[in-house]
């Protein structure tokens, strides 16, 4: 009988606690879409939420200037925050599973100064990676050397001998790499290509379009149920290899194919707006804090509070200056550093007790 009363404790206690995590990303949603509705109503035209909201409805509800205003810039802009922030955190979220470490992250691995390095190889030498690019030269650069870094750290999985540790060194190395070329390309460019690389590098909302937000939106809808069909491996994988192997799970296949999500993943937001760090350590970060490592509410509420950073920066970045607005880049900085701190700091502690 009283294994029985415990079995009920232990169900019910279950039953509490995923209705609680199911409740957390019902609110972390709420959030992300009342951030949304305030960074479409955030600019240098002061338009009342109503207005916008209504604008939002019925297009030309108040008139074609407002309808330009609202469907053709700012909503583009704040849609690419919300996708570029759950695009960021997923792959950050996975990153770190894999390898077992809270640091990793697109930026911290040199994924984002890969990234810059191809997109400066363009503005300063015109030289493109792939031909009959046209205007997408710098894009497509930024792209293609994000998933080349990728792809090496990828290669380095298979090496033998090489655990999770060696592969945040090369990471390192990588970054400090590309920062050397692309402080030669710094070197040899006129100041117009100088004004040019370090726009690129601080990130920037400014080059949002509808058919890359397509393409990120197309990249969640795959990417987000594959990762929650491979959940309770991911989560196995959290408690140590020997661990999740002993539990069936393959883990070289599973670190290959996650590698492979987030290359893509990592590459496409870094390719869209440019450098921007941080949010793959906040979002997961935030979402580790509030759910564990259950990777059915992990992964989820990483993506969403990805986005709801991002958003808020977006938010911040048109806020801090009437008429001027600041690079998301510089922004996520400043938020993502006293937070890399914190996790250094608690990471010690634990090593330490």
């Not at 994924?111 to 015109?126: E, K, P, R």
């Not at 009959?132 to 792809?151: E, I, P």
Request: aromatic share 8%.
């Amino acid at each position: 009988m009283a294994m029985m009363t415990d079995t009920a404790g232990l169900r019910a206690g279950y039953v509490a606690q995923t209705a609680r995590r199911y409740f957390v990303l019902a609110m972390a949603a709420a959030l992300l879409t009342l951030s949304f509705v305030v960074d479409v109503a955030t600019g240098p035209g002061n338009y009342p939420l109503r207005t916008v909201i209504e604008t939002l409805f019925d297009p030309v509800a108040h008139g074609v200037q407002i309808k330009v205003i609202i469907w053709d810039y700012r909503l583009p802009i704040a849609v690419t925050a919300v996708i570029v922030g759950a695009l960021l955190a997923v792959a950050g979220a996975q990153m770190q599973t894999i390898l077992n470490n809270p640091l990793a992250e697109p930026f911290t691995l040199g994924v984002s100064s890969a990234a810059s390095f191809g997109a400066a190889l363009a503005i300063v030498m015109g030289w493109s990676v792939l031909p009959v690019v046209g205007a997408l030269m710098v894009t497509v650069n930024a792209f293609v050397f994000a998933l080349l870094t990728c792809g090496f750290i990828l290669f380095a999985t298979r090496l033998k001998g090489v655990g999770s540790e060696t592969m945040i060194l090369f990471g390192i190395a990588i970054f400090f790499t590309f920062s050397a070329l692309l402080a030669l390309m710094q070197y040899m460019a006129s100041e117009d290509q100088i004004a040019r690389i370090v726009f690129w590098m601080m990130g920037s909302l400014g080059r949002a379009s509808w058919e890359k937000i397509a393409l990120g939106a197309a990249l969640l809808a795959v990417v987000i149920p594959f990762g929650l069909m491979r959940s309770w491996q991911m989560t196995a994988l959290r408690m140590g290899e020997t661990t999740a192997q002993s539990m069936g799970v393959d883990v070289a296949r599973l670190r290959v194919e996650m590698l492979i999500v987030v290359s893509i993943l990592a590459a496409t937001a870094v390719a869209f707006v440019g450098t921007v760090g941080f949010i793959g350590l906040v979002g997961p970060h935030i979402a580790r804090m509030i759910v564990g490592e259950d990777q059915r509410f992990f992964l989820p509420l990483s993506a969403l509070a990805g986005a709801l950073v991002l958003s808020l920066t977006s938010i911040i970045s048109k806020s801090l200056t009437p008429g001027v607005i600041y690079p998301i880049g510089i922004i996520t900085a400043l938020i993502g550093v006293p937070v890399f701190v914190s996790i250094i700091l608690s990471t010690r502690r634990r090593s330490l007790s």
